[in-house]
């Protein structure tokens, strides 16, 4: 049995880095098993979840025909497919197994006759923890923005008792109840706002450096680049300018709540 001498051969990137460095590899000759093949084509740079054997980056593929001419194998022990629906993915194992069973003389139910790989089921998995982790991630961000609010209920505090004097002498010139609480209530949630925004600004300040770190470890990579999601902005505004108004409340009540001839002689 005699090989074509123009046997074709695709290379991963890595590996034609090692053979061609940064020169063109297509069109040029490498040696597999003594035999000349010609590249054809190289793989772009891509990050795998899974792999058979190692990354495709580090592989040279070439025909099943051409294969089985050197090697005389004639059979497969892996086959890779991709249903074109997502959704339909467990008809389409289903059929594999009933397709392999019906030429293969086995029964399609028997698990054990056909090993099928689901990479879909392992997204899918892999989905839920990381809902899971945003969930967790959640739940610590949002005991944090509490933790603020209490933080912002205690300035106000703090500052409706160093200015009972003031209260009670707007109060006694004839401020009504509601304008003593709405100067707490906006005091407390521009408070907020300023924070929040300092946040923003830091948040924005480290995505920015990270991103122009030049991505050279492998293991960066799979981290990617982090990037600002404008719809969680817009949600903890929205409940910072919440906490920011509740916050102020109770002190914006105490507040109003003083006695105009006992604060005047408050100390």
């Given amino acids: 049995m005699t090989l074509n001498r123009k046997a074709k051969v695709g290379l991963g990137s890595k590996l034609k880095e090692r ?19 010609t590249v054809i084509g190289v793989m ?45 993915v467990e008809e389409v194992k289903a059929k594999i197994s009933q397709v392999m069973g019906a030429k293969y003389k086995f029964d399609p139910k028997d698990k054990e006759a056909l090993s099928l790989w689901d990479v879909i089921e392992g997204q899918r998995i892999f989905n839920k923890v990381l809902t899971g982790l945003q969930i967790f991630l959640g739940i610590i961000g949002g005991m944090t923005l509490l933790i603020a609010g209490v933080g912002v209920a205690n300035i106000m505090y703090v500052a409706v008792k160093e200015r009972t004097r003031e209260i009670g002498i707007k109060m006694a010139l004839g401020a009504k109840r509601l304008h003593v609480m709405s100067q707490f209530l906006l005091e407390s949630l521009l408070i907020a706002i300023f924070g929040g925004t300092l946040g923003i600004l830091l948040s924005l ?10 991505i050279r470890a492998e293991w960066m990579q799979w981290l990617g680049k982090p990037v600002i999601s404008l719809e969680v902005a817009v949600i903890t505004a929205a409940i910072l300018g919440l906490i920011g108004i ?19 002689r408050y100390e």
């Fill in 44 to 88: 772009i740079d891509k990050l795998q979840m899974g792999m058979y054997n190692g990354p495709d980056w580090d592989k040279a593929t070439i025909p099943a025909t051409t294969f089985a001419t050197i090697f005389g194998q004639q059979y497969l022990s892996n086959i890779v497919y991709r249903p074109k629906d997502v959704a339909q």
């Fill in 246 to 264: 509740f916050s102020g409340v109770f002190p914006s009540q105490r507040a109003a709540s003083v006695n105009p001839v006992n604060s005047l």
């Fill in 19 to 37: 053979l061609f460095g940064n020169e063109d590899a297509v069109g040029k000759t490498v040696i597999i098993n003594k035999i000349p093949f």
């Fill in 205 to 214: 300040m480290i995505v920015q450096v990270w991103r122009a770190i030049p």
